[in-house]
């Protein structure tokens, strides 16, 4: 008799664990949604690549604090040097020249430019108890490539989003936002170096 309650309860244990575990899978990623203007080739190392911070002045707010007008201000602010940071990292990483875009940039130079048009925090309490994508967060952008020279001509038009994915548990409070933006910009950088 002993056994058999021994073996339910490591039963219960197992099952407890796996709900958990299928509560926290799922991956945040960064996502191509739409491509409007495609590269036409992989850019050379050799261009200079300079990267704007995106414009969040008309991102539409959702979720957790979207209606605290302090927090608003504060992730128009730090989204998008959360988004050019990656991108600027990744492409240094591949061994691009990139750089934040400034009054000095060649006019050979190509440019990356954004819009964030949503941040939606989603709801943390909904993914810490539910997850499997319960509350998720999303960031989206729309992204134009030109040269310096002839910013009239765009060269790639894009809309991408970071979303947060299934994860919940106990990373359900974490800053998805800033995750999100993040892999965003990972994504987009990826796709300027063909992968």
């Known amino acids: 008799m002993k056994t058999l309650r021994q073996l339910n309860s490591r039963f219960l244990i197992f099952c407890s664990l796996l709900v958990v575990a299928m509560a926290m899978s799922g991956c945040a990623t ?3 949604e739409q491509v409007r203007t495609g590269l036409t080739g992989r850019i050379p190392k050799t261009d ?3 990267v704007k ?7 539409v707010f959702k979720g957790d604090y979207s209606d605290v007008p302090e927090k608003v201000a504060l992730q ?7 988004i050019s940071e ?23 130079a190509l440019v990356v430019d954004g819009e964030i ?4 925090s989603g709801s943390a309490a909904a993914r810490f108890w539910v997850g499997v994508g319960a509350g998720r967060s999303t960031v989206r952008a729309n992204v134009r490539l030109y040269r310096a020279s002839d910013p009239a001509r765009t060269i790639a038009n894009l809309q991408l989003a970071g979303i947060s994915g ?5 990373t359900g409070y974490e800053d998805w936002v800033a995750i999100n933006a993040k892999d965003l910009g990972t994504k987009l950088a990826k796709y300027l170096d063909g992968k």
């Open 53 to 59: 911070d995106f414009d969040a002045s008309k991102a």
């Open 48 to 50: 200079q690549i300079y």
């Open 166 to 170: 299934g994860r919940g548990g106990f």
């Open 86 to 108: 990656a991108i600027i990292d990744r492409l240094q990483h591949e061994r691009y020249d990139a750089r934040k875009f400034s009054a000095q940039t060649p006019s050979d």
């Open 30 to 32: 960064g996502k191509i």
């Open 76 to 82: 128009q602010e730090r989204i998008p040097m959360i």
């Open 117 to 120: 048009t949503l941040v939606d």
